[in-house]
């Protein structure tokens, strides 16, 4: 039997699931999952992996096995009957080759389902071509992490408005569903006078479930950082883009990757690094152009 560690909140913990599932099955191993991590989802999905008993989980000498955030090779060939995965297991290189299983592991209950479609048809009003997307606001602890700590920075107004024109130049009838934990932010720097933005949730986390569920039923994504903002954009499909924030000499790029976190076919925008470059040198622009060009290719200018 084989088994993943319960870290994290609910993005962190729907990536190890996914994870332990896929990984799981290739090396031709049951997955269980712990009472901890049944407690994050199962109000959520029809979660279908088997739960062992938390005295089982105590008693089994486990042997544990650390991976990084993103899959290799050697990964495939696991060797053990008793063994937990470690680490922070997010990314889609672990499972993604078994995409439309993952989905369905991840079936919201109807209930859940029903109450994030009745609030799209009711923001929808009486457009007839409403095309939604999903806009999640990552601020809360990273405002002060990501300067202080991994030479990066959360989204700002100017990303925002870049990723809200793309949309609007390209639908007919854009609708935008914003989640965030700085709803106060996000109201003052988000342009909402045309009446195409909606706010949900009231800004403090209260409602995962429901935030999640909303951003899953949009059409398309717009993300900045998180795991949470990365399984909104998996489960919804459709086109999403995403924030590159970080300099290249980060510490974080240690322990992630843009393109094992990001799927190919997404779109990028690079952050306004200015904050930053300051306090590690101009010279760092013009790195950070090199690093995005070489990992990502090109999509909107730098």
């Known amino acids: 039997m084989w088994t993943v560690n319960s870290i994290g909140r609910l993005g962190n913990q729907m990536g190890a699931y996914a994870s332990l599932y896929a990984l799981a099955k290739l090396n ?6 712990v009472p901890e991590m049944h407690a994050w989802l199962a109000p959520i999905f029809n979660i279908t992996l088997p739960v062992m ?18 899959m290799s090779e050697e990964y495939k060939h696991i060797e053990g009957k008793y063994v937990r995965l470690t680490g922070y297991l997010n990314l889609w290189t672990f499972y993604h080759h078994i995409r439309e299983e993952i989905l ?22 009486t457009r007839k071509n409403a095309t939604f997307i999903g806009v999640h606001m990552r ?5 002060y992490v990501m300067l202080n700590r991994w030479k990066g920075v959360v989204a700002d107004k100017a990303y925002l408005e870049k990723a809200i024109d793309y949309f609007c130049i390209k639908y007919q009838e854009p609708v935008f569903v914003v989640t965030s934990n700085g709803m106060h932010w996000c109201k003052k720097n988000i342009n909402a006078s045309r ?3 909606y706010f949900s949730g009231d800004g403090v986390e209260s409602t995962p479930r429901k935030d999640l569920a909303l ?9 900045t950082i998180c795991t949470f903002g990365y399984w909104a954009s998996y489960l919804a499909g459709g086109e999403t883009i995403y924030l590159t924030f970080t300099l290249p000499d980060s ?9 094992a976190a990001y799927l190919p076919e997404w779109m990028w925008i690079p952050a306004d690094l200015s ?16 690093y995005v060009k070489e990992t990502l290719g090109s999509f909107f200018d730098l």
């Open 104 to 125: 369905r592991k991840f079936t919201f209950h109807d209930f859940i389902r029903e109450e994030a479609n009745k609030l799209l048809e009711q923001v929808k009003g």
């Open 53 to 70: 008993h938390k005295d089982v989980n105590h008693q089994v000498a486990w042997r544990n096995c650390e991976l990084h955030d993103w």
């Open 28 to 33: 031709s191993h049951k997955a269980y999952i």
């Open 251 to 259: 510490d974080f790029l240690n322990v992630f990757r843009y393109n």
């Open 215 to 223: 951003l899953a039923h949009c059409n398309h994504t717009i993300m």
């Open 275 to 290: 904050s930053i470059l300051s306090k590690h040198g101009n010279n760092e622009y013009s790195l950070l152009k090199a």
């Open 195 to 197: 009446g195409d933005v």
């Open 139 to 143: 601020r809360g602890d990273y405002v």
